[in-house]
């Protein structure tokens, strides 16, 4: 089984908008800095931009990307909890992309295609490695479920099918008689008369 979260790169772009409403917010109150009511208005802009990026770094650090040897997983949110799954059965195709900032910063976009219908699990970003750690390691359990399902099953015996029954007097299957052992007693050979070595009677 595969577990991670995203890249920390995936925070990069909400604390760049952060940064520039705090700028803006400054710059007003640096055109007016004895007033009090955008004194207030920028307090409050200032305390909504902590407010969100705690609750995107808290984001980031309770969504977990997971592939088991069945399926694919995105578990995401805070205080709703939201999974998108997609069978590892279902998927046709795999691509991994990475731009040459995403290569220098060892993370990548996974694009899953599955056959029949749109998943809600097809497109995943941000997520860490490179083509040598989390990808290869996606198309080993990728190519080991497919063999699994190759692979016929047994036949498991049905409800009404007949097992043998075994005498525990004799540990046979019923039926079978135990084999008949034939005891004989020689038949004692006369002794003959002229037989060397015997005493006649004359």
Not at 14 to 35: M, N, Q, W
Not at 82 to 95: E, S
Not at 123 to 135: A, C, I, S
């Amino acid at each position: 089984m595969i577990e991670t979260r995203r890249h920390w790169m995936i925070l990069v772009p909400k604390v760049l908008i952060s940064l520039a409403i705090l700028g803006v917010a400054f710059l007003l109150l640096s055109e007016d800095p004895y007033s009090m009511a955008l004194d207030n208005l920028v307090m409050l802009v200032v305390v909504g931009v902590l407010l969100y990026l705690g609750y995107q770094v808290l984001q980031w650090w309770l969504d977990h990307f997971v592939v088991t040897t069945r399926r694919v997983l995105l578990v995401s949110g805070v205080l709703t909890k939201r999974t998108a799954i997609m069978p590892l059965l279902k998927v046709t195709d795999m691509t991994y992309m990475q731009t040459p900032l995403a290569r220098l910063l060892s993370y990548g976009t996974f694009i899953f295609e599955s056959a029949g219908q749109d998943q809600a699990l097809s497109r995943v970003d941000y997520l860490p490695g490179g083509p040598r750690q989390l990808y290869i390691q996606i198309s080993a359990l990728l190519f080991q479920n497919y063999g699994a399902a190759m692979t016929p099953p047994a036949p498991a015996p049905g409800p009404y099918s007949e097992q043998p029954t075994v005498d525990v007097r004799t540990g046979r299957p019923a039926g079978v008689e135990e084999p008949r052992i034939h005891q004989t007693t020689p038949i004692p050979r006369p002794e003959d008369p002229y037989r060397p070595g015997r005493e006649g009677d004359d």
